[in-house]
């Protein structure tokens, strides 16, 4: 996945780590929702700049120039805890519409590909 744009969706809670495991995203917007604490620093999270955290007036990280000294590490989310906290972002959902949308791109490349064949 090379894109995630989830602006303006009254997400609340941290961002999670395991996001940055995502090692293609090259384009991240999380701006207007109800985020806080630290913004992960680690892998492409590192190159993207304040206008993809714009409007989540809790969040902290060097990306927005504000310290976290008063504020909580990133929570590593459990994968499957019937306690989750509501406001925390699903990653089970998240994870299986990346899966959902790489297989539908990937079976439509495929279509594309096998209509050039029958037409050529």
């Not at 995203?25 to 701006?31: A, C, M, T």
């Not at 620093?41 to 927005?64: H, I, M, V, W």
């Not at 089970?92 to 990346?98: G, I, T």
Request: net charge negative; with cysteine; glycine share 6%.
């Amino acid at each position: 996945m090379e894109s995630l744009y989830l602006s303006d969706n009254e997400l609340s809670g941290q961002i999670p780590v395991q996001l940055t495991e995502l090692n293609a995203l090259s384009n991240f917007n999380v701006s207007y929702n109800n985020l806080f604490g630290p913004i992960p620093d680690k892998g492409q999270f590192a190159t993207f700049d304040e206008s993809s955290y714009r409007g989540n007036s809790d969040l902290c990280g060097p990306q927005l120039n504000k310290s976290c000294s008063n504020m909580l590490p990133p929570t590593v989310l459990p994968p499957n805890d019937a306690e989750q906290d509501e406001s925390a972002i699903d990653m089970d959902a998240l994870y299986w519409s990346f899966i959902g949308f790489l297989c539908h791109s990937s079976v439509g490349a495929v279509g594309d590909s096998l209509d050039k064949l029958v037409l050529a």
